[in-house]
């Protein structure tokens, strides 16, 4: 991927795992590789000529085996998350529904203790 671009994104989470991907979703071979001729690729304003230190970001893992079969399997695994996004959403709004309605529809801050 080029880290350089304005649209890479990379988190780190609380286990030590890394998702690095494209804000765009236009690299179909993320995390390893994008396009070459990307028509969306910018460079980052803000990092141009930054040196960064060791702790900013840890290393990119070996690109594994590569074939036609990669970009397939990676368009199957977002159809199955696509898949899921509606009904995950649905629960969320239903859950927060259930919120307000338990609460009265007045919003508590959570901070607060009591009434």
């Keep these: 991927m080029r880290e350089e671009c304005k649209h890479y994104q990379s988190r780190t989470y609380s286990t030590g795992e890394v998702a690095r991907f494209c804000e765009l979703d236009l690299a179909p071979e993320a995390p390893w590789r994008c396009p070459e001729d990307c028509p969306a690729y910018e ?6 000529g930054w040196v960064h230190g060791t702790l900013v970001e840890p290393a990119v893992e070996d690109e594994p085996e590569s074939g036609p079969q990669v970009a397939e399997l990676l368009d199957q695994a977002e159809e199955i998350v696509n898949a899921f996004a509606p009904e995950a959403v649905a629960e969320a709004e239903r859950r927060r ?19």
């Design 43 to 48: 460079r980052r304003l803000a990092d141009a």
């Design 97 to 115: 529904a259930a919120e307000q309605r338990a609460s009265g529809g007045r919003r508590r801050w959570p901070w607060r203790r009591g009434g």
